[in-house]
């Protein structure tokens, strides 16, 4: 009988299950969600303000992540480290994983604060108007001073998620979204002796809330038993082997964040070139999609967990099934959306049309309401990269990852767009070629899955507890279990340096 199919006493959790799933699926996308929301609600306020800063918003933003991306990618795949070090038993090895996270966070995010003077050089190559452009510089200088607190809570909070604790990181991001919802309404439009500082206030916002956020996770581990039993203490010193594989493995997931971002950094530099109109309608456009896109990299996030715990033990093949429980969640849940997209979109709309220019947004609406057709087109695509991909990457096919992404998002979109717009093509065209893009993105990683060499790999050391996998990064085997005295023969010999039953 296989580990899946093994009887589980009535209301006990089943590896493998959808009640499994939704235990740690649930609470990343609220957060997730709400972190999706607080960015939306950015958007509407400085719709609310001026539409030259809703067109500047999303260059400026992505911009900085862009440059902070690469290090997020790394750190963040922290998340993975801890899930099969959390599998495998191990919570020495989880809290030291943690602590490389944090000196990597520090390190990069420091490094990311001194681009600030240089902000006007780098948004000035965009090619826009000067007066986004200067916005689009006060944006990005903000953020960018703000980097480390958002890499050091992106660590902070893989702690929690690598070991199924999500409803720790829903609370906490709640909190946030509530603080950068009532630090933007002060900072944006001013009150009382605060004065109104635009796009610098949305800014600004982001970063208290992200600095808010680092404070509640560190007292969440302080006060938490189960957290406090976790040796963070004593594991603080920088261990240059477990850096060093983190790194290896992290290295293509930061730089796919940085082919993402810089990809779809290009294609609204692009569109911002065809016309002010045209790039704010893709801001607004691209801002409603993420109510439905960024709740997904919850689910993708969960699949990343539950893949890593389960190759960490020893038993990848109960991933399978949860990834196409998790693709049938997130099928289901863009349906809805898309539903939402052709149906209401007036209703979507609302928000930032209640305060904005009447003339003005009746000029934009009715570019985004076409737009919001491609997105319909496209979200299922979107799934399917998100979750297939998260799976992979959740084994450690990090690399694979890396190479196809950037080749399918930069042939198939950038190159065609950078033609479109030296051909005098519109924004339609641009938006063909980004559908496009997510077909095929989608589907290779989908290939990939059921391809099953994900099954075959791991990112931590390969003498773990329980189990014995042979040519573990290589072939398939079969997944032996053994018993305590060989557990602790394997440790020794693998602690040691040595290959258990037989030399060093």
């Known amino acids: 009988m296989s580990a899946a199919e093994v009887q589980h006493p009535s209301g006990e959790e089943q590896p493998g299950s959808l009640r499994e799933l939704l235990r740690v699926a649930v609470p990343l996308v609220i ?9 939306v609600v950015d958007r509407v306020m400085l719709t609310w303000y001026s539409t030259d800063a809703l ?53 990069a995010g420091g490094l990311l604060a001194v681009t600030a003077p240089w902000t006007r050089q780098l948004t000035g190559l965009f090619g826009h108007t000067e007066s986004i452009t200067r916005l689009e510089s006060d944006y990005f ?9 958002g890499l050091i809570s992106g660590v902070l909070s893989s702690f929690f998620s690598g070991r199924g604790r999500t409803k720790v990181i829903a609370a906490i991001n709640i909190v946030i979204t509530l603080v950068n919802a009532g630090c933007n309404a002060v900072l944006i439009f001013g009150a009382g002796p605060v004065p109104s500082l635009g796009i610098q206030g949305a800014a600004w916002g982001t970063v208290i809330a992200q600095i808010v956020g680092c404070g509640l996770f560190i007292a969440w581990i302080r006060v938490d038993p189960e957290s406090r039993s976790y040796p963070l203490g004593e594991q603080w010193r920088f261990d240059r082997a ?25 294609l609204l530099v692009f569109i911002g070139r065809i016309g002010s109109q045209e790039l704010a309608a893709t801001n607004l456009a691209f801002n409603l999609n993420s109510l439905a896109f960024i709740p997904l990299f919850g689910m993708g996030t969960a699949v990343s967990i539950l893949v890593g715990q389960r190759v960490g ?17 997130a099928a289901l849940y863009t349906g809805v959306w898309a ?56 084994a450690g096919d990090t690399h694979f990852s890396l190479l196809f992404n950037t080749a399918v ?21 641009c938006w063909v070629a980004l559908c ?23 990112v931590i050391e390969h003498t773990l507890v329980g189990v014995q996998v042979p040519s573990m990064m290589e072939e398939p085997g079969a997944l032996v279990a053994t018993s305590s005295i060989e557990t602790e023969s394997v440790l020794e010999a693998a602690e040691g340096g040595a290959t258990p039953g037989g030399g060093s």
Do not use: C
Request: glycine residues 10%.
């Open 141 to 149: 200088t903000v953020l960018a001073i703000g980097s480390p607190a």
């Open 436 to 458: 496009v893009q997510l077909l095929f993105l989608g589907t290779g990683f989908l290939l990939r899955f059921m391809g099953g060499k994900w099954l075959t790999m791991k």
């Open 31 to 39: 957060s997730t969600g709400s972190l999706s929301l607080m960015h």
């Open 242 to 266: 477990l850096s060093a594989r983190l790194f290896k493995y992290g290295l293509p997931n930061g730089l796919q964040y940085v082919t993402d971002v810089g990809a779809f950094l290009l």
């Open 313 to 329: 033990e020893g038993r990848p093949q109960l991933a399978i099934r949860t990834t196409w429980l998790a693709f049938g969640m």
């Open 409 to 429: 998002l930069w042939l198939l979109m950038v190159l065609p767009v950078f033609v479109i717009y030296h051909k005098g093509g519109g924004l339609y065209a």
């Open 339 to 394: 539903v939402l997209y052709v149906v209401a979109p007036d209703l979507m709309l609302a928000p930032f049309a209640r305060h904005s220019d009447p003339a003005e947004f009746a000029e934009l609406r009715d570019i985004v309401v076409t737009l919001l057709y491609f997105v319909t087109a496209y979200m299922w695509f979107d799934a399917m990269a998100v979750v297939f991909g998260s799976a992979i990457r959740g």
């Open 55 to 107: 067109a500047a918003s999303t260059p400026g933003g992505m911009l900085h992540w862009t440059l902070f991306s690469f290090p997020f990618g790394v750190a963040m795949y922290v998340n993975t480290f801890v899930a099969q070090y959390e599998g495998a038993q191990r919570p020495d090895r989880v809290a030291a994983a943690v602590w490389q996270g944090l000196w990597m966070g520090l390190v």
